[in-house]
């Protein structure tokens, strides 16, 4: 290796350090004393709620200047008030933060006119949830415990839902599409946790979502006795968690080619659940800033433990991929479209 080569080596390497020195200046001077704000599109208590707060708790420590961040709720449409207020009207600044259903991003790629934004143009921070462990559940006092009562079922079964492009609307018209379940999904509900309170009035008689957060915001209806219960009766994934691993996995009980097509076209957008995002034209600098103490915080120590004592999954997952994750979803093929207009009728 010769002298010339050496001092090329040594300026380039010092220039990427000045480089990443200088980003983490610009960084500490614009953040420092600064508030981040953390739109949440569902409401208090719901999964999405309790997993951005517990994020909210840890994530200054890795931001140069150390902000402090301030977790706002503004639900609505299943979130898409959120998502249309982080694409139209929040500051492209840095300053606020907007979480809400990856699901919309599929609403775009199939047409659905409520959804006025282009899910290719936000900066994507990162994601606290991988692929879903989706789970159906029904109340005690409906006098159904399985999935063969709930096909057996001869009346419709009412489940809550918030928004078409939420799984808690895809999900069971899904089932009625390739099951031939008689779930009448109401829409409408603000979050999870509205929906578990209506279910506890026994105005709701069931709903689906993912089991990482059904596990944690319906714990009391869960652990409920007699009518007053919620019993989990079809999951999805591997999970391995006691209380849903001998349940029928929703990939085996859907038969045929074009019933499957529509299950995991659907699927897509499952797998960057609970994105942070920001607005269209934020500097890049201070998107590859969140990225980083985005994933920094995911892998904390003293997170992790605070997760696992609040029985949240993390399965992180990085701003670049989701970036290559939504244009797969807008790429989506007319065909695979065209199967999936239901969603959105």
Same mark, same amino acid.
């Given at each position: 290796?010769?002298?010339?080569?050496?001092?090329?080596?040594?300026?380039?390497?010092?220039?990427?350090?000045?480089?990443?020195?200088?980003?983490?200046?610009?960084?500490?001077?614009?953040?420092?004393?600064?508030?981040?704000?953390?739109?949440?599109?569902?409401?208090?208590?719901?999964?999405?709620?309790?997993?951005?707060?517990?994020?909210?708790?840890?994530?200054?420590?890795?931001?140069?200047?150390?902000?402090?961040?301030?977790?706002?709720?503004?639900?609505?449409?299943?979130?898409?008030?959120?998502?249309?207020?982080?694409?139209?009207?929040?500051?492209?600044?840095?300053?606020?933060?907007?979480?809400?259903?990856?699901?919309?991003?599929?609403?775009?790629?199939?047409?659905?006119?409520?959804?006025?934004?282009?899910?290719?143009?936000?900066?994507?921070?990162?994601?606290?949830?991988?692929?879903?462990?989706?789970?159906?559940?029904?109340?005690?006092?409906?006098?159904?415990?399985?999935?063969?009562?709930?096909?057996?079922?001869?009346?419709?079964?009412?489940?809550?839902?918030?928004?078409?492009?939420? +799984?808690?609307?895809?999900?069971?018209?899904?089932?009625?599409?390739?099951?031939?379940?008689?779930?009448?999904?109401?829409?409408?509900?603000?979050?999870?946790?509205?929906?578990?309170?209506?279910?506890?009035?026994?105005?709701?008689?069931?709903?689906?979502?993912?089991?990482?957060?059904?596990?944690?915001?319906?714990?009391?209806?869960?652990?409920?006795?007699?009518?007053?219960?919620?019993?989990?009766?079809?999951?999805?994934?591997?999970?391995?968690?006691?209380?849903?691993?001998?349940?029928?996995?929703?990939?085996?009980?859907?038969?045929?080619? +074009?019933?499957?097509?529509?299950?995991?076209?659907?699927?897509?957008?499952?797998?960057?659940?609970?994105?942070?995002?920001?607005?269209?034209?934020?500097?890049? +600098?201070?998107?590859?800033?969140?990225?980083?103490?985005?994933?920094?915080?995911? +892998?904390?120590?003293?997170?992790?433990?605070?997760?696992?004592?609040?029985?949240?999954?993390?399965?992180?997952?990085?701003?670049?991929?989701?970036?290559?994750?939504?244009?797969?979803?807008?790429?989506?093929?007319?065909?695979?479209?065209?199967?999936?207009?239901?969603?959105?009728?």
């Amino acid at each position: 290796m010769n002298n010339k080569f050496l001092c090329v080596l040594k300026l380039v390497i010092g220039l990427a350090f000045l480089v990443g020195a200088s980003a983490t200046a610009l960084g500490e001077e614009f953040y420092q004393g600064k508030t981040i704000q953390i739109v949440v599109g569902f409401g208090p208590g719901g999964g999405y709620d309790i997993y951005s707060r517990a994020v909210a708790r840890h994530m200054s420590r890795y931001i140069p200047g150390n902000p402090t961040l301030v977790v706002q709720n503004m639900s609505g449409d299943g979130s898409l008030v959120t998502a249309h207020y982080i694409y139209n009207k929040a500051k492209p600044d840095g300053l606020t933060v907007g979480v809400w259903n990856s699901g919309l991003v599929l609403g775009q790629a199939l047409g659905d006119r409520s959804v006025k934004f282009a899910g290719d143009k936000f900066g994507w921070i990162g994601a606290s949830g991988g692929r879903a462990f989706h789970t159906c559940g029904i109340m005690a006092f409906t006098g159904l415990k399985t999935l063969k009562d709930v096909l057996n079922s001869k009346k419709p079964i009412k489940m809550g839902g918030t928004q078409p492009g939420i +799984e808690t609307n895809d999900i069971p018209r899904i089932l009625n599409l390739t099951l031939g379940t008689r779930f009448d999904v109401i829409s409408g509900y603000g979050g999870t946790s509205t929906i578990n309170a209506f279910m506890q009035r026994r105005e709701l008689e069931g709903v689906c979502y993912g089991w990482e957060s059904m596990k944690v915001t319906a714990r009391a209806l869960l652990d409920a006795k007699g009518d007053d219960k919620l019993i989990p009766f079809i999951t999805y994934g591997d999970s391995q968690d006691p209380e849903v691993r001998d349940l029928p996995r929703l990939n085996e009980v859907i038969k045929g080619k +074009e019933n499957l097509a529509i299950f995991n076209a659907w699927l897509q957008s499952g797998n960057f659940r609970r994105p942070f995002t920001l607005p269209p034209g934020t500097p890049k +600098e201070r998107l590859s800033i969140l990225r980083k103490a985005y994933k920094a915080t995911l +892998e904390d120590a003293e997170f992790l433990a605070e997760a696992k004592r609040s029985n949240l999954i993390i399965n992180y997952v990085s701003g670049e991929e989701i970036d290559k994750l939504v244009v797969q979803i807008l790429a989506i093929s007319p065909k695979t479209k065209e199967m999936l207009q239901f969603l959105i009728k």
